[in-house]
């Protein structure tokens, strides 16, 4: 019951978001710098977001393999591969080098 209330607001919010967002995009308008400011913070976020997830595992440091499949991931997600080969290759630059002990 603690988590109803909490679940059935944001629902709401969620929902009330996706309504008027395309009915208010005609009526507002956004300045470019600040467009430009929203691009820049979700590629910042989703970085750091990377950094996280590759880097630490708990709280200590995850090893070499996992940032290696990630580098191989990006790589490839800059040469525009398929996405079933990029975590194809990612998930097996991982495992290759963990089996050989880089860990």
């Given at each position: 019951m603690n988590?109803?209330?909490p679940m059935i607001?944001?629902?709401i919010g969620t929902f009330?978001?996706?309504l008027l967002g395309p009915m208010l995009r005609s009526r507002l308008t956004i300045s470019p710098r600040?467009?430009?400011i929203g691009d820049v913070g979700v590629a910042v976020i989703f970085t750091?977001?990377?950094a996280t997830s590759a880097l630490v595992?708990?709280?200590q440091f995850g090893g070499f393999a996992l940032p290696a499949g990630v580098l191989v991931a990006a790589?490839?997600?800059w040469r525009?591969?398929?996405f079933v080969a990029i975590v194809v290759a990612a998930a097996a630059t991982t495992a290759a080098l963990r089996w050989v002990g880089v860990a």
């Open positions: 988590l109803l209330l607001a944001l629902s009330a978001f996706r600040v467009e430009r750091a977001l990377i595992v708990g709280k790589v490839l997600a525009r591969a398929p």
